[in-house]
Structures are given as C-alpha cells and as structure tokens.
C-alpha cells in the first residue's frame, strides 16, 4: 500500500497528512514539484524473476518516460532476503544504513519499484515528505532536494533506477542528522 505522511521538519509529531489514497498522494506530490506515477503491475512476476526479463516487460513504459533521452543509464537494483545467508542481515543493515543520511544529487533520482517497498523522504522545508512506495511506484526526486531513503530492516525491493550520468547516484551529504528523528519505514507502515 502506497503511503503519504507529510509532517513539520522541525516537529516529526506533527502530522499534517496521513494518507493511502492514491489520488490525493497524487495531488499532493504534484502541488510540491514531486513526479509521481503508478504502472501496472508485472504479471507473473516472482523473486527470480531475470531482469533481463523486468527491463523487457516495462520496455514501453521505460521508452515513455526517456522519449528525451536524457537517462543515459539505466539499470534494476534488486535488495531481496537471502535466507540461505547466514550475514544476510548484517549486509542489509550496513547498505540500508547508507541511505539513512540526508543527502542530495546533481540530477534527479528516479526509481521505479517493480515489487517490494521502500521509503522516500524529501526535506522540502518547512516539511518532511514521507512517500513508502510500494510495487508499480514511480518517483522522481528533484535534482538538489535534501532526501533520505528507508528500506527497512528487511530490505525487499526490486527497482528500475535511471540515470543521466554514470555517477548521478553519488550522493552530497548534508551531515544534518534528521533522518534520526523521523519514523522509519517499519514504524510509517506498522503507525
Ligand atoms: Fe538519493
């Protein structure tokens, strides 16, 4: 399920939207300069699904969105439990723990989530935008906006991440710690 919680930036308790209608997340995204987009879901899709497989089924929609040109990179991030492992847990906690920190990139950070769920928040002062994206998500985090992003203790998620440079990944750290006084992932959708 799709979620949108706005709160104060300076007051995490202070919640001034709480919602799971897709409309008004819609609405509210687009009145902040926030690109926002659901595309049907993959049928047949499973945890082994090849992503060579992903990248051909959303081929249409991916051409869409790039009728520019400007994404020069394109490729599937894949964080899913591997229980055969026993430092599974600990490989998750130490890459879910790099996003924690609030940063931002020189080009904007668009990831379409295939399956699973993760949580974007945008600094857009004088508010923190939660969005918990869910399967058929798509978003687009403006280039320059302070952001941090939550996958969970149990990191599970497949995406589609474009980029027009090879490096627009590579985050400018603000060094502001707070992310910490924001609920987690685990804690927005459990709330
Ligand atoms: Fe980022």
């Not at 082994?48 to 020069?72: E, F, M, Q």
């Not at 699973?116 to 918990?132: D, N, Q, S």
């Not at 589609?160 to 603000?174: H, K, N, P, V």
Request: with cysteine.
């Amino acid at each position: 399920m799709t979620l949108l919680q706005i709160m104060a930036d300076s007051d995490a308790a202070e919640v001034r939207v709480r919602t799971d209608n897709a409309e008004v997340i819609g609405t509210e995204l687009a009145r902040r300069g926030i690109a926002f987009d659901h595309w049907p879901a993959m049928p047949g899709l499973e945890a082994t699904t090849p992503t060579a497989d992903i990248l051909a089924h959303y081929r249409g929609r991916v051409a869409d969105l790039n009728a520019d040109g400007r994404y020069k990179f394109i490729d599937v991030i894949r964080l899913q439990p591997d229980e055969g492992d026993p430092d599974w847990a600990a490989k998750a906690a130490e890459v879910r723990g790099k996003f924690l920190a609030e940063h931002r990139h020189a080009e904007d950070e668009v990831r379409f989530f295939v399956t699973g769920r993760g949580c974007f928040y945008l600094h857009l002062e004088p508010e923190v935008v939660a969005v918990v994206c869910e399967g058929g998500d798509l978003l687009s985090v403006p280039a320059g906006t302070r952001h941090w992003f939550d996958m969970g203790v149990r990191p599970d998620f497949v995406a589609i991440r474009f980029f027009e440079e090879q490096e627009g990944w590579i985050g400018d750290f603000t060094g502001d710690p707070i992310g910490q006084r924001f609920p987690s992932l685990d804690q927005l959708v459990a709330a």
